[in-house]
Every structure is written in structure tokens, then in C-alpha cells.
């Protein structure tokens, strides 16, 4: 069966400190991968996707970017972490063939920046 | 892009009754619109989805019905239990990533 392993699970972090929050899937290969972020009591905002190692779309212009270096990992980078960066961090996958499939999220990174 | 609407932002309900949350959505191309339930401190977790070539799908208490032609669809949910609150989400897509409404927190009084 396919998991979603993401961490770190909770994370302090000041101003202007650099971010890197990583996400595997197993049990699947080409997965669509993901990034979402949920602000306190909010909704799910896409922040960035990405169809193929390498290939990264980006949602929201802001300072994280993404990258995905294997076919199963998903890493969310910052140089320097603003105030409005808090919120709650889930990685997700999804079947290949197309975006209108059930997306499986991982438990999430609450970032809390100082 | 798609857009999706979400009502209400919260509801209350007795136990024992019925709980419904409606959405709707901009892009008359997408065709799959999932709903998920995230309990507090957790992960979204998929509860039941409809694909636009049926009008109602229904998993024991839950139930979801699309319309298409007005561009809605809403989440029913019977004989609700304290185990049934959360913040409960709707999505859509077509041929982008799923777009999610800003969720309904329901509260179920025992």
C-alpha cells in the first residue's frame, strides 16, 4: 500500500532563518506531488505541484520554492522565513494519469516563525 | 481558474440530525469534486467523491449530489454523531490541481 512520510511534524523557526520541509511517498511510482498550506483556521492553499522529477509549478508567488529531486520526493525550501510564512504544511500525492484523482495527504509540519 | 465556494462556514446540529454543507464552482470543465474531513491537529482525509458523470453517490451515512448544470454540489450527512465534528472540505478539478473551499466546521451537540 502507498504511505506519506513527512517531517519534520512541528518546527520553530525565526525571521529570516532558512526552511526545508521534505515528503516522500512509497508504494507508488510517478506520483503528482504536492505542497498545500493551511493558515490557522483556514482553508487549503496549492503552493506549488509537480507532475515529474524536476518539474515544479508554482501557485503563489512568494519565497518557498520547491523542488523534487526523485520521483518520490517532494522538498518546500525558504532562505529566509517571514512572519506570514506560519501555518500548517501538507505534502500530498495523487495518481499520475491526470489531477481528478483523490489527493492522500501527508500528517503535516505545523511552522511556527518567530 | 476554478473557483469554489463553500456555505456555510460553520453549522451546528443536534445528534440525530442531518448536517448539509453546499458548494459551488466557477469552471464548467471540472468533473471530480472530492470531499474531505479534517479532525483538529490532523490531516484532511477523504470521505467521498463524485465524478460528473453521476448525480448522487451515497457511502452509508454520507451522501453527495452534483448538479451540474448550476454548477453545485453539496455533502448530506444523516443521523449525525459528536464523532462527526470537524472542519469538513469540498474540492474541485478538471484539468488543474483540486481547488478547495474554505471548509465548514460542524459541530454535532450531543
Given amino acids: ?114 | 481558474g476554478e473557483n469554489v465556494e463553500q456555505h456555510p462556514s460553520t453549522l451546528s446540529v443536534q445528534e440525530g440530525d442531518s448536517a448539509v454543507i453546499k458548494c459551488t464552482y466557477s469552471d464548467s470543465a471540472s468533473n471530480y469534486f472530492p470531499w474531505y474531513k479534517q479532525e483538529l491537529g490532523k490531516r484532511p482525509q477523504l470521505i467521498i467523491d463524485i465524478r460528473s458523470n453521476v448525480g448522487e453517490k451515497k457511502d452509508q451515512r454520507i451522501a453527495v449530489t452534483l448538479n451540474k448544470t448550476a454548477k453545485h454540489f453539496s455533502l448530506h450527512i444523516t443521523e449525525t454523531q459528536p464523532e462527526d465534528s470537524a472542519v469538513y472540505f469540498c474540492a474541485g478539478s478538471g484539468n488543474t490541481p483540486l481547488v478547495f473551499g474554505k471548509g465548514t466546521r460542524l459541530s454535532v451537540i450531543a
Avoid: M
Avoid at chain 1, 3 to 23: D, F, M, N, R
Avoid at chain 1, 53 to 65: K, R, Y
Fill in chain 1, 1 to 114: 500500500s502507498q504511505t506519506i512520510h513527512q517531517w519534520p511534524a512541528t518546527l520553530v523557526q525565526p525571521v529570516g532563518s532558512p526552511l526545508s520541509l521534505e515528503c516522500t511517498v512509497e508504494g507508488t511510482s510517478n506520483p503528482n506531488l504536492y505542497w498545500y498550506r493551511q493558515a490557522a483556521g483556514r482553508g487549503l492553499q496549492l503552493l506549488f505541484y509537480s507532475v515529474g522529477i524536476g518539474q515544479i509549478s508554482s501557485e503563489v508567488p512568494q519565497n518557498l520554492s520547491a523542488s523534487r529531486p526523485q520521483d518520490r520526493q517532494f522538498i518546500l525550501s525558504s532562505k529566509k522565513l517571514l512572519l506570514s510564512d506560519s501555518g500548517f504544511y501538507l505534502c500530498a500525492w495523487s495518481s499520475r494519469t491526470d489531477f481528478n484523482s483523490p489527493l492522500h495527504f501527508g500528517n503535516g509540519t505545523r511552522l511556527t516563525v518567530t
